[in-house]
């Protein structure tokens, strides 16, 4: 593509420039917006600059992508409620044979469930159980987050539905779920296993400290209490707002049940013409010790209908109903929890048949709303549509970019360099994915690069194309292990890890850096030996 216009080229990378800034940086001081909103405000410079006209730029969003993200992230949802994720954190915990068996089980765990929950998910979910379980063996918590976040990066790279870059990847280069998967498993399985031997040797005299039982920090949690949370994987505001709900709905059932006691007592004190309870009435049950000490209630007791009961067999009878319905609840609840885990491997398998993957999502999304059998608006306001605007945003300022000329400049420069049919063009073209997925962030470099590495790897041959492609993604995913700031997964942990009370831990920029570049270059190199075509 020829360069555009002087103008036009200013302009677009001033509103290019804006939007980066902000989306690496969504707390500047001079305009602290976030990054949902500097998205938008790239977009819409893009079209105000006129780098866009306003059709070139509702053409420019992808929707295959935004539905692919959508699907998912409400089929995640739903496996939450059914305690998925639950059963990971007591995967976790489990029988553990010590700080290196744990470690290396974070890593697998995450792992795996990033590559078919999304990393983001994953982290969102898991790491406040990680710093429990840490907390609770007094070990330090930093081996163990490193462990989640990097792992989850890693993990990630091997399915399109494992970050959204993969997603960017498969829909742009057409390429099956299959072909996907085991193309970049290797890689990511053994890449997996380096990492974690990483870790292990980086922390070892760390992890090998036993735990000092008479100077040991006060354990703040018990086993129950490392498996009882219940996270949204895209927000955490409406979990809150559920709770609060909760607790104020206990708040006023008890303020009614005291209300209605005081009006029971009234109308008593009413009935009563002499101002006094009768004595009978007063005493209206004998107790009785039993044999085991346990006081009984016996004698006469009117029931709520007006009917006489004796010896408590309206009670019994009440509580042996109460008991059917408990057991037929769970039961229900077991059911669905079936039902949700079936639609999840249907979509699984239908994705690894080559069905098309957006529609496939949004059909077991839809699937599993309809088996939940109620209004599906709590779940749907956890959906992260917040996400899906950045994405919308980004989708139209990269067009812009590209229209500009200078991605296009600056890959005529780097293509005869990066070609990956001998072992220096691919190591050429890993270092500048690994850059710019750290410099542009890796769903820019993925909508800026893509096309360029797709078609350039196509004029060797077709495989080369496939190989080009999957080249592109386990390097953009695995970059973003080289810093704190690398990828959102990385920040997530940090987060979730600095706001959790009262075992909050500060996971800092240079611990992170510290094992981030040795793990990042050594699992990118030899993963790139793995790749297949």
Not at 71 to 99: C, H, N, P, Q
Not at 359 to 366: F, K
Not at 419 to 433: E, Q
Request: hydrophobic share 50%; proline share 3%.
């Amino acid at each position: 593509m020829a360069m555009a216009s002087t103008e036009r080229v200013i302009l677009g990378s001033i509103a290019f420039a804006i939007f980066w800034i902000l989306a690496v940086f969504p707390a500047v001081p001079l305009m602290p917006i976030g990054r949902t909103a500097g998205s938008l405000l790239g977009a819409n410079l893009m079209v105000i600059f006129r780098v866009l006209t306003p059709d070139e730029a509702y053409a420019a969003i992808n929707l295959p992508i935004l539905g692919l993200l959508f699907g998912t992230m409400v089929v995640s949802i739903y496996l939450e409620r059914a305690d998925m994720f639950k059963y990971l954190g007591k995967l976790l915990a489990w029988r553990s044979r010590g700080a290196k068996d744990l470690l290396c089980r974070i890593c697998l765990v995450s792992a795996i469930s990033s590559a078919f929950f999304t990393n983001d998910t994953c982290c969102v979910v898991l790491t406040e159980f990680v710093l429990k379980i840490a907390r609770q063996q007094n070990l330090p918590p930093h081996p163990f987050l490193l462990a989640l976040a990097s792992s989850a990066n890693i993990g990630s790279s091997s399915t399109p539905i494992g970050n959204p870059q993969n997603l960017v990847i498969a829909v742009l280069s057409k390429i099956s779920f299959g072909r996907f998967l085991f193309g970049i498993f290797p890689a990511m399985l053994v890449g997996v296993v380096v990492n974690a031997v990483l870790l292990l040797c980086m922390y070892w005299k760390v992890l090998s400290v036993q735990k000092d039982v008479e100077n040991a920090v006060i354990e703040l949690v018990s086993d129950d209490e490392v498996v009882s949370h219940r996270f949204s994987p895209a927000t955490m505001s409406h979990v809150v707002n559920s709770l609060h709900y909760q607790e104020q709905f206990s708040v006023d059932s008890v303020n009614a049940k005291s209300q209605n006691q005081g009006n029971f007592s009234e109308n008593e004190i009413k009935k009563d013409p002499k101002g006094v309870f009768d004595s009978s009435r007063n005493s209206n049950a004998s107790r009785e010790t039993a044999s085991d000490g346990s006081i009984q209630m016996r004698d006469k007791n009117v029931t709520s209908n007006g009917i006489l009961s004796v010896d408590g067999c309206e009670d019994q009878n009440f509580t042996s109903y109460e008991e059917k319905q408990s057991f037929s609840e769970k039961w229900k609840r077991l059911l669905w929890k079936i039902c949700v885990y079936l639609v999840t491997i249907g979509m699984l398998i239908s994705l690894l048949m080559g069905l098309n993957m957006s529609w496939t999502a949004i059909t077991a999304a839809l699937a599993l709303v309809v088996l939940d059998f109620r209004d599906a608006r709590a779940c749907l306001e956890k959906v992260s549509y917040s996400l899906l605007i950045f994405f919308c945003g980004m989708f139209i300022t990269v067009d812009g970019f590209n229209r500009t000329g200078i991605p296009s400049a600056f890959w005529d420069f780097m293509e005869p360099y990066a070609k990956i049919d001998h072992a220096g063009g691919i190591a050429v073209l890993a270092v500048v994915i690994l850059v710019l997925s750290n410099l542009a962030s890796n769903v820019p470099t993925v909508l800026l690069l893509g096309v360029r590495v797709g078609a350039s790897a196509a004029a060797i041959s077709s495989a080369s194309e496939k190989k080009g492609w999957l080249i592109l993604a386990w390097v953009s995913t695995v970059a973003g292990n080289l810093s704190l700031l690398g990828s959102a997964a990385n920040l997530i942990v940090c987060e979730q890890a600095r706001r959790a009370q009262p075992l909050g831990y500060n996971l800092s920029f240079w611990t992170h850096l510290k094992f981030g570049v040795p793990s990042t270059l050594i699992v990118t190199a030899i993963g790139l030996t793995l790749i297949r075509d």
